[in-house]
């Protein structure tokens, strides 16, 4: 299938890199979910909701090949009725689901009350669409006949957009407008020099042409209680992931062993007991891949988590905040985490305008790569790590994670999906260790030459390697086995 080329330069900020949502899938639960609200807000402003008297929903592609796996006809339900994926209540979603399934009614935008059967509303089409292997369609059928129809396609990370992408010129007019407009990762580091201010720095005067320092300082609050939210949760959660394949979770059981009867009552004396543990190099091995199993089990059930940049990759950013607060320095801040979190979303973007963070489109290179290099620069930078050396690590990260695949077994974002996340936070904790001992006059691949080699590596890879599960560990692995 013919891939397009890299996203048109755009205004990218860092709170598109990090978008808070629900699992297990960025481009193919919250992309769809998202959409589905688009869709609906279509329909309202051309007075045309109340007309609606049936909806179905077509599925193409990756989105059909992995959607019930990935709870892509699910997240479509959830939102035809507005739900919000930032704000509803989790524990609603089954008995709201069972409710539409079982009595075969939709409350369109919560108001309007159709009829609706998933399994006859709802389309499962193998052919791939030309545009992206994501695509979808939302048609509306009115009270007199007509047929009102919108195709969107989840590109990553929570992304959609309609081929004529009507936004387009408008966020190419706003990038231009930065303060310090970056598309490449050269221009970044030139930035920096020239003005002597680190990684953290520039991307926050961009992030301030957009929005008032207080509502950064508030966006910034919001996503790191969503990742210690996922990472406190499932530390605490044991039992089974839903789905079929009986994958046992993990972090509870590794969370046990390690907290060694530490007293807490809540996350914050959580951190501080995990802080004031004495922690041996093997435990740290340990602490940091049960942070980023936590959170791919809370995002496999269906849970809330930031998608960073994409939720199958979500696990990895937080882990290694979480590594530098209660391993490298106690006395980390929101400061800390907000310098952090702005160069990792600038480091997701470079990659979102070069190349791709859609494993439909690139393989899982797209995610945990991408992840794993975000997380690297940012860990470098509150290292103490020049801008170059950001750099650096994110290439370091990036350029060991090449030709990844994505290949879910029963289409589910569990296996290998979920310890895929552990070793990207550990990688990107290498990688700073190792920029961090380079001089940049003697480093020989710049970040660029990466993004650029992920995009060709990206082309040329099989198209049953791509978020399909037609390949790899997929078809080698069969279920009965799991």
Not at 432 to 450: F, I, R, S, Y
């Amino acid at each position: 299938m013919k891939q397009n080329s890299p996203a048109k330069i755009e205004a990218i900020s860092v709170f598109d890199m990090l978008k808070i949502g629900v699992g297990p899938s960025s481009s193919h639960t919250l992309g769809p979910w998202r959409a589905a609200r688009h869709f609906l807000a279509k329909l309202k402003d051309k007075n045309r909701l109340e007309l609606v008297k049936s909806i179905e929903v077509d599925l193409y592609g990756s989105l059909s090949l992995t959607g019930r796996g990935h709870a892509t006809d699910l997240a479509c339900i959830l939102g035809l009725t507005n739900a919000d994926p930032e704000t509803c209540a989790i524990d609603e979603i089954p008995e709201i689901i069972d409710y539409i399934t079982n009595q075969k009614l939709l409350q369109l935008d919560g108001v309007h009350l159709i009829s609706f059967d998933p399994k006859t509303q709802i389309h499962f089409h193998r052919n791939f669409l030309p545009f992206h292997p994501n695509a979808f369609r939302f048609k509306a059928t009115l009270n007199n006949g007509k047929l009102v129809f919108e195709t969107y396609y989840s590109i990553g990370g929570g992304f959609f957009v309609q081929k004529e992408r009507k936004r387009s010129a408008k966020q190419v007019a706003l990038f231009e407008c930065f303060p310090r407009p970056i598309e490449k990762a050269s221009e970044l580091l030139a930035y920096c020099e020239r003005d002597q201010m680190s990684v953290s720095q520039i991307v926050l005067q961009n992030e301030e042409y957009l929005r008032s320092p207080e509502e950064i300082d508030e966006l910034f609050r919001k996503i790191w209680e969503v990742m210690l939210d996922s990472m406190y949760i499932g530390c605490h959660t044991e039992g089974v992931l839903p789905g079929g394949l009986n994958v046992r979770r993990r972090a509870y059981d590794t969370h046990e062993r390690l907290q060694k009867g530490s007293p807490y009552s809540n996350k914050e004396e959580w951190v501080e007991a995990i802080r004031d543990t004495e922690v041996k190099f093997r435990e740290i091995l340990k602490w940091v891949s049960c942070y980023a199993l936590a959170v791919n089990e809370v995002n496999a059930s269906l849970g809330r988590v930031v998608t960073a940049p994409t939720n199958g990759s979500a696990g990895v950013i937080p882990a290694v905040m979480m590594y530098y607060m209660t391993i490298e320095n106690h006395d980390a801040d929101f400061e800390d985490v907000k310098k952090f979190l702005l160069v990792a979303g600038e480091i997701g973007a470079l990659f979102k305008k070069g190349a791709t963070i859609s494993a439909a489109m690139g393989g899982c290179q797209a995610e945990i790569g991408v992840s794993s290099a975000m997380a690297a620069g940012a860990l470098t930078e509150l290292m103490g790590g020049t801008p170059a050396q950001v750099l650096i690590a994110s290439e370091i990260a990036m350029e060991h994670h090449l030709g990844l695949t994505c290949d879910p077994i029963g289409g589910l974002v569990q296996i290998p999906c979920i310890e895929r996340n552990a070793m990207g936070a550990i990688k990107a904790i290498n990688a700073c260790e190792m920029a961090l001992e380079t001089d940049a006059k003697n480093a020989k691949v710049p970040l660029d030459k990466v993004i650029e080699t992920m995009w060709q590596t990206a082309q040329d890879m099989n198209t049953k390697y791509k978020e399909t599960s037609q390949g790899g560990l997929a078809v080698n692995v069969a279920l009965s086995d799991c």
